[in-house]
């Protein structure tokens, strides 16, 4: 009797076991770690939207989903024949291209050809494209994807916020489905259009407050992180080692983008759009620092600022007859993970490796 009880005991016992490796072996084998990051990218290209988006495509990391092509450093027709080419050169027609707004809300658009050369893309003449252009308006395809995919979706936009703005408004059910929004733009510490605001954000501020106040998850990956990530020669000549399409293709890009900053003095080239790839690829990259951020969007010498409350209250003025007193400090909640910090040559390393193939 005690053995059949004994014998009964150790089967349940056994079961058990194999049960609780089955579930061991499933999790690990539909780990985070394991299964690629879906991404949707949002691009204005670009000279560094090129580096960006060859660095996400060479990734195991990512799964990019969707190219969507918003007008910002060229036009929206320049941008997406731009973002048509490099898919082709890097044969990836299977990813959906598509074009997005055609100008920023509520301003003039802004090109940067003189940054960025001519076409956009540091001057370099990519073969036409084999790849053809996906008929859905960008934030369309965007609400269709996240909603295909709910909680699954990265959205990296490095250019302007017009098309997430307008996606956002448009649906705002997707603000919840969206896993998180890791944006190249903004800074806490200074502009590079002038001195408050980084490009993307003074090209769209009104966009961009809607971004920054959606409710979702939000990384701002800012000047602080691609002023801190110099691409200097040293890094150039690693990457000039290896030859094929893309990465020749990147060191023409990089040579332009080194001549351009010795011009003004630099010693390299500043990683902007690649940084918010680098942090989906791998958030411990960098350091981040939870606050508030508004978008300035009135400002005569600010519009376009990203202002960060780095100490998480603001005064409560409460008026009496004539005058405000302060009666406390409110807490504000933080609406982004602001970047403050980089591991730059971790960064740069990566950079080079992955655009060799590594
Ligand atoms: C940003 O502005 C654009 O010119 C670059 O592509 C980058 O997205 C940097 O301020
Ligand atoms: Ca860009």
């Known amino acids: 009797m005690k053995?059949?009880?004994?014998?009964?005991?150790?089967?349940?016992?056994?079961?058990?076991?194999?049960?609780?490796?089955?579930?061991?072996?499933?999790?690990?084998?539909?780990?985070?770690?394991?299964?690629?990051?879906?991404i949707i990218f949002d691009t204005d290209p670009g000279t560094d939207d090129a580096l960006a988006l060859m660095l996400a495509l060479n990734s195991p990391e990512l799964d990019v989903r969707?190219?969507?092509?918003?007008?910002?450093?060229?036009?929206?027709?320049?941008?997406?024949?731009?973002?048509?080419?490099?898919?082709?050169?890097?044969?990836?027609?299977?990813?959906?291209?598509?074009?997005?707004?055609?100008?920023p809300l509520f301003q003039k658009l802004i090109t940067a050809e003189f940054w960025h050369g001519k076409n956009g893309l540091a001057n370099v003449e990519l073969p036409p494209s084999?790849?053809?252009?996906?008929?859905r308006f960008g934030p369309d395809l965007i609400i269709q994807l996240v909603h295909a995919s709910p909680h699954e979706i990265t959205l990296v936009p490095v250019g302007p916020l017009t098309n997430i703005a307008l996606a956002v408004e448009k649906d705002p059910s997707i603000v919840p489905l969206v896993k998180e929004v890791i944006l190249m733009g903004?800074?806490?510490?200074?502009?590079?259009?002038?001195?408050?605001?980084?490009?993307?954000?003074?090209?769209?501020?009104?966009?961009?407050?809607?971004?920054?106040?959606?409710?979702?998850?939000?990384?701002?990956?800012?000047?602080?992180?691609?002023?801190?990530?110099?691409?200097?020669?040293?890094?150039?000549?690693?990457?000039?080692?290896a030859h094929?399409?893309?990465?020749?293709?990147?060191?023409?890009?990089?040579?332009?983008?080194?001549?351009?900053?010795?011009?003004?003095?630099?010693?390299?080239?500043?990683?902007?759009?690649?940084?918010?790839?680098?942090?989906?690829?791998?958030?411990?990259?960098?350091?981040?620092?939870?606050?508030?951020?508004?978008?300035?969007?009135r400002?005569?010498?600010?519009?376009?600022?990203?202002?960060?409350?780095?100490?998480?209250?603001?005064?409560r003025n409460v008026l009496h007859g004539d005058r405000y007193v302060i009666e406390g400090a409110d807490k504000v909640q933080p609406n982004a993970k602001v970047c403050v910090d980089v591991d730059a040559d971790r960064f740069l390393q990566l950079f080079v490796a992955r655009i060799r193939g590594k």
Not at 130 to 135: L, P
Not at 188 to 206: F, K, L, R
Not at 255 to 284: C, H, N, R, W
Request: aromatic residues 8%; neutral net charge.
């Open 244 to 297: 094929g399409p893309i990465n020749d293709f990147i060191a023409s890009v990089l040579k332009y983008l080194m001549g351009l900053s010795m011009q003004f003095g630099e010693a390299g080239t500043p990683m902007y759009d690649p940084s918010a790839v680098a942090v989906a690829i791998d958030p411990t990259l960098v350091k981040t620092q939870n606050m508030h951020v508004d978008v300035e969007t």
């Open 130 to 135: 084999k790849c053809k252009v996906d008929a």
């Open 186 to 241: 903004g800074s806490i510490t200074g502009g590079n259009v002038n001195a408050s605001a980084e490009a993307n954000i003074y090209n769209d501020p009104e966009a961009a407050q809607i971004v920054f106040q959606a409710g979702w998850p939000l990384t701002m990956v800012g000047l602080e992180v691609g002023d801190k990530a110099m691409l200097t020669p040293k890094y150039l000549d690693e990457l000039s080692k």
């Open 299 to 315: 400002g005569e010498f600010t519009r376009g600022e990203t202002v960060g409350n780095r100490r998480g209250y603001i005064e």
């Open 3 to 38: 053995i059949v009880r004994c014998f009964a005991v150790s089967r349940s016992v056994r079961s058990l076991f194999q049960s609780f490796t089955f579930l061991l072996l499933f999790s690990v084998l539909n780990s985070p770690a394991r299964a690629a990051k879906k």
């Open 66 to 103: 969707a190219i969507t092509v918003v007008p910002g450093n060229v036009t929206a027709e320049m941008g997406l024949e731009n973002a048509l080419r490099m898919v082709s050169l890097a044969n990836r027609c299977d990813i959906p291209v598509a074009a997005g707004a055609r100008r």
